[in-house]
């Protein structure tokens, strides 16, 4: 494993970019009013986020495996039923998605970038690790869950 993966916990490089969003709309000006269709759409967002991750936490605790984002070789079962069969990745779908109603309740374009930022470096220095932890764990049932399901959606 690389040095700068699986270092921060998803979850707080979430809120850490979500403060960024934050205070980068605040200080660029570039906030639009208030809008009833922008707003439901951040509302969508937000509770798409959390009808992925809540249900990903449950399969986790279900399965009694780690869901400590920096040991994935610590995963003591391979999680595939449930949101699983819908994305490998459920809990990161619904930190991005969280994200994007972030941005849309901003109402700064430029905020938009913090989810896609937040999904690539997510892939980089969280999924790819844990990817390979897998694999070496669980071997030919990983690769065949790869084959069946997408890592995002």
Wanted: charged share 15%; net charge positive; aromatic share 10%.
């Amino acid at each position: 494993m690389q040095r700068m993966e699986t270092v921060v916990p998803p979850p707080i490089l979430c809120v850490v970019f979500a403060l960024i969003m934050g205070l980068g709309a605040d200080a660029a000006g570039t906030v639009m009013p208030a809008h009833g269709g922008r707003l439901g759409l951040a509302g969508l967002a937000g509770a798409a986020g959390l009808m992925f991750a809540a249900p990903a936490f449950r399969a986790f605790g279900r399965a009694n495996t780690t869901i400590d984002p920096t040991r994935p070789d610590a995963a003591s079962a391979l999680v595939t039923n449930g949101i699983y069969r819908v994305t490998r990745n459920p809990m990161y779908v619904g930190l991005t998605a969280l994200l994007l109603s972030w941005a849309l309740w901003l109402g700064a374009p430029a905020a938009l970038l913090g989810p896609v930022a937040f999904a690539l470096l997510i892939a980089r220095y969280q999924i790819m690790p844990e990817e390979r932890a897998l694999l070496a764990k669980f071997g030919d049932s990983y690769t065949a869950y790869c084959r069946r399901v997408r890592r995002w959606l």
